[in-house]
């Protein structure tokens, strides 16, 4: 069966300070892996899609950064923490061809002071 | 473009209750829909989904989904509430390119004793 890992589960930063959140999927092949943020009383936001080893599309223009070094490995990345980077990100993952369910990971809170 | 409305960002019933939750999607390409559930602090897990076969979809811990296309709706209800089920509810809709999904802003259901 498959399932997906994401760490660090919390993590509390200071301003100006690097990221680097990582989601590893196990027991599929060629995923399509997502990142999202879930602010505080809001809803998710897509913020990185992957559909292959090196290939990233941003939805939105913003502080963080996505690569996706190895088939079932993606990263999200910050050189430089801003406090509107606060809340919960989560990573997900799809099956690549017909099957549309996305399943998600457990998630890493944020918090930026 | 694909978009989905949760009416009500809170419901609150009493133990034993209906459960009633509403979403209304828009979609230019024949939809899938889905419902996940949110525990605090954790990631989302698929409730149900709705992928162009039987209109009423049954899912786990006794929640079902009814598909009407002419209403452009598919609420989320269970017969009987139970204090577990206090959770946040989103809605989805299939984006465009299918690879994405298009969540709603989510519900949070409150269940009293």
Request: charged letters at 15%; aromatic letters at 12%; a positive charge.
């Amino acid at each position: 069966s498959q399932t997906i890992h994401q760490w660090p589960a919390t993590l509390v930063q200071p301003v100006g300070s690097p990221l680097s959140l990582e989601c590893t999927v196990e027991g599929t092949s060629n995923p399509n892996l997502y990142w999202y943020r879930q602010a505080a009383g809001r809803g998710l936001q897509l913020l990185f899609y992957s559909v292959g080893i090196g290939q990233i599309s941003s939805e939105v223009p913003q502080n963080l950064s996505a690569s996706r070094p190895q088939d079932r490995q993606f990263i999200l990345s910050s050189k430089k923490l801003l406090l509107s980077d606060s809340g919960f990100y989560l990573c997900a993952w799809r099956a690549s061809g017909s099957q549309e369910t996305q399943y998600f990971g457990p998630g890493t809170r944020l918090l930026v002071l | 473009a694909q978009s989905v409305t949760q009416l009500g960002s809170h419901v609150s019933v009493s133990e034993g209750a209906l459960v009633l939750l509403r979403c209304n999607y828009s979609s230019s390409v024949p939809p899938y829909l889905f419902w996940y559930v949110q525990y605090p602090n954790q990631g989302l897990q698929l409730l149900l989904k709705y992928t162009s076969a039987a209109t009423l979809v049954k899912g786990i811990n006794g929640f079902e989904a009814e598909f009407k296309k002419s209403e452009t709706s598919f609420h989320l209800t269970k017969p009987s509430a139970h204090m577990s089920d206090a959770a946040e509810y989103f809605c989805a809709v299939r984006g465009t390119g299918f690879q994405k999904l298009v969540f709603g802003t989510g519900t949070r259901l409150l269940v009293s004793p």
